[in-house]
């Protein structure tokens, strides 16, 4: 886990996590979760996260907002919901 400023971060096992600032994040077993490196995640700024399964997510640059049951496929500055 590589963490940066003011994060929370809940792991079970056999996680790998890179996160930015202010983010908290829950994640199930065998995830995982490393940001612009074709991983999966969900991420919003400064809410608590609860990952669910089978639910990718492929990051970009900055963060990826998702919402429930939908998958965000991020690029550089571009976000699609």
Same mark, same amino acid.
């Given at each position: 886990?590589?963490?940066?400023? #003011? &994060?929370?971060? =809940?792991? *079970?096992?056999?996680?790998?996590? =890179?996160?930015?600032?202010? &983010?908290?994040?829950?994640? *199930? !077993?065998n &995830?995982?979760?490393?940001?612009?490196? #074709?991983? @999966?995640? +969900?991420? *919003? %700024? #400064? &809410?608590p996260? +609860?990952?669910s %399964?089978?639910?990718?997510? =492929?990051?970009? !640059?900055?963060?990826?907002? @998702?919402?429930?049951?939908?998958?965000? +496929?991020?690029? #550089?500055?571009?976000? =699609? +919901?």
């Amino acid at each position: 886990v590589i963490l940066g400023t #003011n &994060e929370r971060v =809940i792991l *079970s096992t056999n996680e790998p996590v =890179i996160l930015g600032t202010n &983010e908290r994040v829950i994640l *199930s !077993t065998n &995830e995982p979760a490393i940001l612009g490196t #074709n991983g @999966r995640a +969900i991420l *919003s %700024t #400064n &809410e608590p996260v +609860i990952r669910s %399964t089978n639910q990718p997510v =492929i990051l970009g !640059t900055k963060r990826v907002i @998702r919402g429930n049951n939908r998958a965000a +496929i991020r690029g #550089n500055n571009q976000t =699609i +919901i």
